[in-house]
């Protein structure tokens, strides 16, 4: 089952959080490099680590976690998931994957070098992205919500409320550690908040309406936006899509203020 929520109540609130937060920087962005993307992909989570992009995509029957050529698209290395499971998002910590399921409230850690599932862990209510800085992890669940999680024990420690101008930002998904900032998705949409780890504050908005016409694609009203990585060596932001057929490097370009 693909998870929905009428535009009705996605786009009433963006608008909220977009009239709330009038005087939060808006960023457009410049294409930087354009790399292929399997179109099979569901994107669910997305990192880059030595070299490699690490992408999972979901839907059950069909969820894999998946080692990538950044420059060809080609998949080198590939775990399917057990098929009752609806894969969510991915992060790398000491040598492992971790990987969430969407309603199951279970997640996997695997090998990071061979996939090899290790054990599962488990967590209320639904998992939909992960990222992390050097201490610990964070967790999105479709909520305003952020978890803090121990990344040893995955054991929850704390939350952030993200919020725009005081008004709160749900449908938080993927999500990307950079530079000292969260990156997230906010799905059935085209933007991006940047949010202080601090405060739960949004920064910033990264506005993508125009990098790829989703209106062309076979399912627009489920392929949208979502999927964030960041290569810090060379400072280089990723973006992609569920299904899209290319993936973006791209630069912030900060917009005029109104």
Same mark, same amino acid.
């Given at each position: 089952?693909?998870?929905?929520? &009428?535009?009705?109540?996605?786009?009433?609130?963006?608008?909220?959080?977009?009239?709330?937060?009038?005087?939060?920087?808006?960023?457009?962005?410049?294409?930087?490099?354009?790399?292929?993307?399997?179109?099979?992909?569901? &994107?669910?989570?997305?990192?880059?680590?030595?070299?490699?992009?690490?992408?999972?995509?979901?839907?059950?029957?069909?969820?894999?976690?998946?080692?990538?050529?950044?420059?060809?698209?080609?998949?080198?290395?590939?775990?399917?998931?057990?098929?009752?499971?609806?894969? $969510?998002?991915?992060?790398?910590?000491?040598?492992?994957?971790?990987?969430?399921?969407?309603?199951?409230?279970?997640?996997?850690?695997?090998?990071?070098?061979?996939?090899?599932?290790?054990?599962?862990?488990?967590?209320?209510?639904?998992?939909?992205?992960?990222?992390?800085?050097?201490?610990?992890?964070?967790?999105?669940?479709?909520?305003?919500?952020?978890?803090?999680?121990?990344?040893?024990?995955?054991?929850?420690?704390?939350?952030?409320?993200?919020?725009?101008?005081?008004?709160?930002? &749900?449908?938080?998904?993927?999500?990307?550690?950079?530079?000292?900032?969260?990156?997230?998705?906010?799905?059935? &949409?085209?933007?991006?908040?940047?949010?202080?780890?601090?405060?739960?504050?949004?920064?910033?908005?990264?506005?993508?309406?125009?990098?790829?016409?989703?209106?062309?694609?076979? $399912?627009?009203?489920?392929?949208?936006?979502?999927?964030?990585?960041?290569?810090?060596?060379?400072?280089?932001?990723?973006?992609?899509?569920?299904?899209?057929?290319?993936?973006?490097?791209?630069?912030?370009?900060?917009?005029?203020?109104?």
């Amino acid at each position: 089952m693909i998870r929905r929520l &009428t535009y009705l109540l996605a786009f009433a609130m963006l608008a909220c959080c977009t009239q709330a937060g009038a005087a939060i920087p808006v960023y457009g962005y410049k294409v930087v490099h354009v790399y292929p993307h399997d179109i099979s992909a569901y &994107t669910e989570g997305l990192f880059y680590k030595d070299g490699f992009l690490y992408e999972a995509t979901g839907e059950a029957g069909e969820s894999t976690v998946r080692k990538v050529e950044l420059q060809t698209g080609k998949v080198l290395q590939r775990y399917d998931v057990p098929p009752q499971y609806f894969g $969510e998002g991915i992060v790398d910590w000491k040598g492992k994957l971790m990987q969430l399921t969407w309603k199951s409230q279970i997640g996997f850690v695997h090998d990071l070098n061979t996939f090899k599932l290790e054990r599962t862990f488990a967590y209320p209510g639904e998992g939909w992205a992960l990222t992390r800085d050097s201490k610990q992890l964070y967790m999105s669940d479709g909520s305003s919500i952020l978890r803090i999680l121990n990344p040893d024990t995955l054991a929850q420690t704390g939350s952030i409320a993200v919020t725009a101008d005081g008004v709160p930002v &749900t449908n938080l998904n993927e999500l990307e550690w950079v530079k000292g900032t969260i990156y997230a998705n906010i799905w059935l &949409t085209s933007k991006i908040a940047l949010i202080d780890p601090a405060t739960g504050h949004v920064t910033g908005w990264l506005d993508l309406a125009s990098l790829l016409d989703i209106n062309q694609l076979p $399912e627009p009203v489920n392929d949208v936006l979502n999927g964030i990585a960041y290569d810090a060596k060379h400072d280089r932001l990723f973006v992609t899509g569920k299904r899209w057929p290319k993936l973006f490097e791209i630069k912030l370009v900060k917009q005029p203020a109104p």
